[in-house]
């Protein structure tokens, strides 16, 4: 069964970048598609974006200016970048698969969270 | 964006009875409609995908139906267990969007 573990900083400065990598174990991080998604008390479940095996991305057009996804299939992991920052942003970032079955994608693994607080 | 709005945004039901939750779509979305269930401090567990379709290891009491706008997940008997958030999730197209969740609670 796939594992997922995110990791980085808990405390980010506003203005500066977060930067997060999840760790894929017990499966390829090949033909898949891989996901970030945060949870903030005000906003609910968010999807940040998601990247493929192969790199070809797609982001939530609410951050696509301050978003970068990116893989390494050497390493099994992807991570994620969040430009200028801001209290915002602070919230609980989960790293996800998607799965697939006849045409629909659902998020199937995800990682256990990892917060994220923006504060001086 | 597709708007996912659920209903209600919390219950409290006793063990043993049947729960009903109720997500609808901004638009139509055929049935690409998942559901995850979240429990405190936890990471969301996918409970049903394709509106309908459950989840291996998922327990039978839970189910989802619909298509198009209205879909429903229902617990059929409802256990201390599923003391939990749930959330629906539309996967028709990009940005995927989430409902607000239901918190369902034991009375």
């Known amino acids: 069964q796939v594992q997922l573990q995110e990791s980085g900083p808990g405390l980010v400065k506003p203005s500066e970048t977060l930067s997060l990598t999840c760790a894929v174990s017990?499966?390829?991080?090949?033909?898949?598609?891989w996901s970030w998604l945060r949870q903030s008390p005000g906003k609910g479940l968010e999807w940040i974006g998601y990247?493929?095996?192969?790199?070809?991305?797609n982001y939530n057009p609410s951050l696509k200016s301050r978003v970068t996804i990116s893989v390494d299939t050497s390493k099994n992991q992807f991570s994620l970048r969040l430009s200028s920052v801001t209290a915002a942003d602070t919230a609980v970032y989960y790293c996800?698969?998607?799965?697939?079955?006849?045409?629909?994608?659902?998020?199937?693994?995800w990682g256990q969270g990892t917060l994220v607080t923006v504060s001086s | 964006d597709i708007q996912m709005t659920q209903s209600p945004s919390s219950l409290s039901a006793s063990v043993g009875d049947r729960v009903t939750i109720t997500c609808r779509a901004s638009?139509?979305?055929?049935?690409?409609l998942n559901w995850y269930q979240q429990k405190p401090g936890k990471a969301p567990e996918l409970l049903i995908y394709?509106?309908?379709r459950l989840q291996s290891g998922v327990p039978s009491r839970f189910s989802g139906s619909g298509s198009g706008t209205d879909f429903t997940l229902t617990i059929s008997s409802l256990q201390p267990e599923d003391v939990a958030t749930y959330y629906c999730?539309?996967?028709?197209?990009?940005?995927?969007?989430f409902g607000q969740g239901t918190k369902v609670e034991i009375k």
């Open positions: 990247i493929y095996s192969s790199g070809r991305n």
């Open positions: 394709a509106a309908s």
């Open positions: 996800a698969r998607e799965g697939y079955n006849s045409g629909h994608y659902y998020f199937d693994s």
């Open positions: 017990g499966g390829s991080i090949s033909d898949y598609y």
């Open positions: 638009q139509p979305i055929n049935n690409y």
């Open positions: 999730q539309q996967g028709y197209n990009a940005p995927k969007t």
